[in-house]
């Protein structure tokens, strides 16, 4: 599975951004896909979560109502919208993709945050004051 993530870059705080993570190298319709941010120091974290096959997803608390996920399967991407931007939210955000024995919303029900076997290489996003 091959994951590329776009769409990040600077934003003044208030603003919105929707980055996106292609996916190729797997049945799209049967994956999930999580969100994840790191800042510098910090353990990464999980914050959205989508099952493509039924479009279950799942947030943290720390983001729930400001970041949507969706997924677009002519496309085979995965979206995450963030609304809202808050300087805190200043982070690299990966996608990350589980082993092919957790499909579907198996994967954001049980095992997201926790794992993810597949990253792609980040994309920064900075919020400015």
């Known amino acids: 599975v091959q994951l590329v993530e776009s769409g990040g870059g600077l934003v003044q705080a208030g603003g919105s951004l929707r980055l996106s993570c292609a996916v190729s190298?797997?049945?799209?319709?049967?994956?999930?896909i999580g969100w994840f941010r790191q800042v510098p120091g910090k353990r990464r974290e999980g914050i959205a979560c989508i099952s493509n096959s039924d479009g279950t997803t799942r947030y943290s608390d720390s983001v729930k109502g400001r970041f949507t996920v969706s997924s677009d399967s002519d496309k085979s991407t995965v979206y995450l919208e963030i609304h809202a931007l808050k300087i805190e939210d200043t982070a690299v955000y990966y996608c990350?993709?589980?082993?092919?024995?957790?499909?579907?919303?198996?994967?954001?029900?049980?095992?997201?945050?926790?794992?993810?076997?597949?990253w792609g290489q980040g994309t920064q996003v900075t919020v400015s004051s």
């Open positions: 190298g797997d049945n799209f319709e049967e994956y999930a």
């Open positions: 990350g993709g589980p082993r092919s024995s957790y499909r579907g919303p198996y994967y954001c029900q049980m095992i997201w945050p926790d794992e993810a076997d597949h």
